[in-house]
């Protein structure tokens, strides 16, 4: 079974503070992708970062830097310097891949870390 | 901005009404799913349509039924509907052969009273 979780259920922090979001998935296929979304209040989900289960290559993009280690199955996001624009709710997911007549990419979602940034 | 619509934005709806959701896919993408998201909780699949037809379903009664038109527009439709299904729903659209680079739309928020 997949399974997403992000332990963190809120997080505050005041401006110009890195701050790390947790995940830790479950999953019985060798072969997977792992995605953090974003949620502004808004409620459209925007998508951050995509990383398949090969990949363990760790990067920074910006202010965004991701960790991803299958030896403990987690993939943790890290945004340095944080900025009250970054307030959110983080989504980690999970998809595997596919497999003739399975679902295209079907998304298993965590229930989410809500960031607070106080200026 | 991803291209892909969803209407209306806003609904109430009171329980054992029936409701149907649009989404309008980003051009070209064949690939379309729907997922529900219940307030302080990630999004839950509820299918996907492919080429017009289901591709798979998540755990949802077969009141929450779907279509997929030749234009790859997209209907979510409920019928029966009950309080618990109060959420936010959420179409993305995709290419079969890219079909980890997903597009969401702005949702949909309903209200069942």
């Known amino acids: 079974a997949q399974k997403v979780t992000q332990a963190q259920t809120e997080i505050s922090v005041v401006e110009k503070e890195d701050v790390t979001l947790d995940c830790v998935y479950e999953?019985?296929?060798?072969?997977?992708?792992l995605f953090w979304y974003k949620q502004p209040p808004s409620g459209e989900l925007v998508f951050l970062i995509r990383?398949?289960?090969?990949?363990?290559q760790n990067e920074i993009s910006g202010r965004y830097s991701w960790n991803f280690q299958k030896s403990t199955s987690s993939f943790n996001f890290t945004i340095t310097a944080s900025q009250v624009v970054d307030s959110a709710v983080y989504f980690c997911?999970?998809?595997?891949?596919?497999?003739?007549?399975?679902?295209?990419?079907?998304?298993?979602f965590g229930r989410g870390t809500q960031l607070t940034v106080w200026p | 901005e991803t291209g892909v619509t969803q209407s209306p934005t806003h609904l109430i709806k009171t329980r054992g009404q029936q409701v149907t959701l649009r989404c309008s896919s980003q051009?070209?993408?064949?690939?379309v799913s729907w997922y529900q998201q219940a307030l302080g909780q990630g999004p839950q699949f509820i299918f996907q349509?492919?080429?017009?037809?289901?591709?798979g379903r998540g755990n949802f009664p077969p009141r929450f039924s779907g279509l997929q038109f030749p234009n790859y527009s997209s209907e979510l439709n409920v019928n029966a509907l009950e309080l618990d299904d109060s959420a936010l729903y959420l179409c993305?659209?995709?290419?079969?052969?890219?079909?980890?680079?997903?597009?969401f739309g702005p949702g949909t928020r309903l209200t069942v009273l």
């Open positions: 993305a659209s995709s290419l079969e052969d890219r079909y980890n680079e997903q597009f």
């Open positions: 999953t019985r296929d060798t072969t997977y992708y």
């Open positions: 990383r398949n289960s090969f990949d363990e």
């Open positions: 997911a999970l998809s595997e891949a596919y497999r003739g007549g399975s679902t295209l990419g079907r998304l298993y």
């Open positions: 051009s070209g993408h064949n690939t």
């Open positions: 349509y492919y080429r017009e037809e289901e591709n």
